[in-house]
């Protein structure tokens, strides 16, 4: 039954990663995750819907990898840069690094529990506002606000990291 939709599928899957090699890997991961699914005895209502959305999210995963890898790389160009720095100054700047992630993440720590869902959700998973209001059961405009609170206790973070005046403490989300 499922193999009618393999042809739209890797069209599907060809037009959003522009590599037939790619598309093919990923309809077939999409198959085999259905199937597994569909064995294990899960109920499949739509299984074309179903497939689209296994491709989607194993795009997703694809560009996230990607990310993660172009990082590393970017990393290791920025530390084979920094061999060439006096070695007094690199735990500094770790140190400071260090500081910064602990700032952040206590302002993203304090913020309302939902509100800290909705800014996790949307800026660290890179999900949809919509999909994001539909998960949590609230309005798009309730998480685009959610968002816009939690980029601006990051905001004031970053002000009271760099010593502007009149900057509110880090934990300060306001």
Not at 12 to 35: I, K
Not at 81 to 99: G, I, K, T, V, Y
């Amino acid at each position: 039954m499922l193999e009618r939709f393999y042809r739209e599928l890797l069209n599907f899957l060809h037009r959003q990663t522009n590599d037939r090699h790619m598309a093919a890997d990923l309809a077939q991961e999409s198959y085999a995750r259905v199937l597994a699914a569909q064995h294990a005895g899960q109920s499949v209502l739509d299984p074309r819907a179903l497939l689209y959305r296994t491709a989607k999210n194993l795009i997703t995963d694809q560009h996230r990898r990607s990310e993660v890898r172009r990082h590393e790389v970017l990393d290791t160009v920025a530390e084979s840069e920094d061999l060439h720095a006096p070695l007094h100054q690199r735990p500094d700047e770790a140190l400071a690094s260090q500081q910064t992630v602990r700032a952040y993440a206590e302002v993203i720590e304090n913020l309302p529990p939902r509100c800290r869902e909705a800014f996790v959700l949307h800026i660290i998973d890179g999900l949809p506002q919509a999909e994001i209001a539909q998960r949590m059961g609230i309005s798009v405009s309730m998480v685009e606000k959610h968002v816009i609170r939690a980029t601006m206790a990051c905001r004031r973070c970053a002000r009271a990291l760099d010593g502007s005046a009149g900057a509110a403490a880090p934990a300060d989300v306001g």
